[in-house]
């Protein structure tokens, strides 16, 4: 089984900050895939980064970055320089390698993020 | 085309009426995905295609029945549903394999269905 935990159920930050967001996740597959999603209110999800269980660096796209601590089993999601339509819900998620096939993604319970001026 | 088109966006139905989903991809992904995602909750896996067949069911209750016709199309057909059924339906697509990489293998969602039960 596989567990996502975002222990950070909102943030207040202001514009331009830098921000971390937690996430920590338990899995008992060797191999894995660790997701950040965006959700605004209008409810689609946004990728964001992923990082792979087995891959030797950070994972970085524009002004996100993934701080993967393999052994402490923790994934948070660094926005450097916030801006305003940074404001959304950001979910941390899990997919399993069970052999191939298609498995769906494991959601933690997301972090409410809201970017003041 | 890099999108997972969902419709209709917005759905109010009856307990006792029949209504469907549909999403649709041309990605070319052989894999679709149905997430229920309730007010402030994460998404929640319903149901998994893999090369047009089922291939996992999350213990969803029979009001809901997906059906997949072909790769690019998938549907969730609903029938007497509850009020607690309420909520934001979400659809995706993946290649069906290892990886994650949004673009090789990673998960396309769609917009979402908001659905209400009266």
């Known amino acids: 089984a596989q567990k996502i935990t975002q222990t950070q159920p909102g943030m207040f930050v202001q514009e331009k900050e830098a921000v971390t967001l937690d996430c920590t996740y338990d899995t008992s597959d060797p191999s894995y895939g ?61 997919r399993g390698d069970s052999g191939g096939g298609a498995d769906g993604l494991t959601f933690g319970k997301g972090t409410h993020l809201i970017i003041q001026p | 085309d890099t999108e997972v088109t969902q419709t209709p966006k917005h759905l109010v139905m009856g307990m006792t009426n029949k209504k469907s989903l549909k999403c649709e991809q041309h990605m070319g992904h052989r894999a679709m995905y149905w997430y229920k995602q309730k007010a402030k909750k994460p998404p929640e896996l319903m149901f998994v295609y893999s090369y047009e067949k089922l291939s996992i069911n999350e213990s969803v209750p029979s009001r809901f029945s997906p059906e997949c016709p072909n790769s690019s199309l998938l549907n969730l057909h609903l029938h007497a549903l509850q009020p607690e059924d309420s909520a934001l339906y979400l659809c995706a697509s993946s290649h069906n394999g290892v990886g994650g990489r949004s673009g090789s293998y990673g998960y396309t969602f769609g917009s979402g269905t908001r659905l209400t039960v009266v």
């Open chain 1, 34 to 94: 660790l997701f950040w999603y965006k959700q605004p209110s209008s409810g689609e999800m946004i990728f964001l980064i992923y990082q792979g269980s087995y891959d030797q660096q950070n994972a970085t796209e524009g002004r996100y970055s993934l701080n993967f601590q393999k052994a402490r089993k923790s994934a948070n999601l660094v926005i450097s320089a916030s801006q305003l339509g940074d404001s959304a819900m950001y979910f941390c998620a899990m």
